[in-house]
């Protein structure tokens, strides 16, 4: 996965949050935009609350990691902002993985789900 594929202007995350499309569960808000590229870019926020700078760093990496094994079934023309909520502490990486898919079958995210809704 490149570097392509990451949003870091605060801008575009602005973009992303006054569009007003969002899903959320117990652990993750998802918002999502659409954009005119031929491949999806995603951003992951974590407030101060969830923990220290290890515990972020911890999930931030395991959210990229699930979103690198999903690459295909991403929907290729979406930004996608993924909050992590101070809950998700208490999850283990399979735990994360079930509610982080969860949250992009909800907001039609993942191309499966888009299939068999049609």
């Known amino acids: 996965m490149k570097k ?3 949003i870091k202007k605060n801008y575009h995350i602005n973009s992303i949050i006054n569009e007003k499309r969002s899903i959320a569960n117990k652990y993750f808000i998802v918002y999502k935009k659409q954009n005119n ?3 999806f870019r995603f951003v992951v926020s974590i407030g101060k609350k969830y923990g220290i700078a ?3 760093n911890k999930i931030k990496r395991q959210i990229k990691s699930i979103i690198y094994q999903k690459n295909n079934e991403i929907i290729t ?3 996608i902002l993924i909050i992590v909520r101070p809950t998700a502490s208490e999850l283990s990486f399979q735990e994360i993985e ?3 898919v969860d949250a992009f079958k909800r907001a039609k995210i993942i191309k499966s789900e888009v299939i068999k809704n049609v």
Do not use: A, G, M
Request: charged share 35%; hydrophobic share 35%.
């Open 54 to 56: 290890v515990k972020r």
């Open 37 to 39: 590229i031929e491949h």
């Open 4 to 6: 392509k594929y990451i």
């Open 77 to 79: 023309n979406y930004d």
């Open 98 to 100: 079930i509610q982080l």
